[in-house]
């Protein structure tokens, strides 16, 4: 019998995609696992098309997009507080997992006492593109995706992606929740570098293959996430590496800072901006939710 394991999903503004990614599972023969799905405020009529359309589900709402940490966290701990679940698997609603999959990536864990795994990030067919055979640590890495895959075998990683990721209830026990801190990028890439330090393993499958369209969320992407990508490397180095700061901090501005010059140069005027805030903010030390900031970037 396998592991009993809750899927959490978030969702704002977006029932197209989220809807088909639950029906989907909500199909499978065996293994039929508790779906929660946290609404981030929505201002749309997700909610109501989501009761319509996903019975069964654990549906949480929320008054304001919470962010990725804040929002899985809030079904984290309403799933601890029922003590039902083993293991949660965080997916993006824009990603695709089979039955087979999960089943593996469950298997995978309990056979290797593996706290976090993970598949295979590629894009949808017919491209089937590699996105990330897993992570490197975000601290020293620009790009911290693995874009060859070392194994056929299970193997290490410094970080396992949360587009879709699977985790140990008890360590979420052991060693807290997401940090609310980053909003959305770089939480990930903290809770696994602190499972490390507490001794947990960190595994990808390449077995097991997640199809995540990344070409739907584009647009958000062009100002949103470089913002949010540039600025939380500054708070994971405050966070976590402490010591290096003499080194890190510098090499992030510095970097930050070539990357505003060359999407300037681009005629990416959007996303120069929304750079140059995230290097003000994390050399300034301004971190939590910026997002209505800047997504009024022009």
């Known amino acids: ?62 008054d304001h997009n919470l962010g990725f940490a804040a929002g899985n966290n809030l079904a984290v701990r309403c799933a601890l507080d029922e003590g039902q679940a083993n293991y949660f698997f965080l997916l993006n609603n824009d990603a695709a997992i089979d039955e087979a999959g999960l089943l593996q990536l469950l298997a995978t864990a309990e056979q290797h006492n593996a706290s976090i795994v993970g598949p295979i990030l590629r894009d949808p067919p017919p491209s089937a593109a590699l996105q990330s055979a897993g992570g490197r640590n975000a601290a020293w890495n620009g790009d911290t995706h693995l874009h060859t895959i070392p194994s056929n075998e299970p193997y290490p990683v410094d970080y396992v992606p949360g587009t879709a990721i699977l985790i140990r209830a008890n360590l979420f026990r052991q060693i807290g929740l997401l940090d609310e801190a980053y909003f959305i990028s770089g939480e990930i890439a ?67 800072f070539t990357s505003v010059l060359a999407a300037w140069r681009r005629g990416e005027r959007r996303r120069a901006r929304a750079l140059w805030l995230g290097l003000r903010h994390g050399l300034g030390g301004t971190f939590g939710d910026h997002s209505p900031e800047v997504l009024t970037l022009k």
């Open 190 to 256: 903290d809770f696994c570098e602190r499972a490390r330090r507490a001794g947990a393993r960190r595994l990808i499958d390449p077995r097991v293959t997640v199809y995540h369209d990344q070409g739907r969320s584009s647009e958000l992407r062009v100002a949103f996430y470089a913002y949010y990508f540039l600025r939380n490397r500054f708070l994971l180095v405050r966070q976590l590496y402490p010591r290096w700061c003499w080194l890190l901090i510098p090499r992030w501005a510095i970097l930050g």
């Open 1 to 62: 019998m396998s592991p009993s394991c809750a899927i959490i999903i978030l969702n704002w503004n977006n029932a197209s995609d989220t809807i088909p990614t639950v029906q989907t599972i909500q199909t499978w023969k065996t293994f039929q696992p508790v779906i929660w799905i946290v609404d981030n405020g929505s201002h749309d009529d997700s909610v109501e098309r989501i009761r319509r359309e996903c019975p069964g589900v654990r549906l949480l709402e929320t």
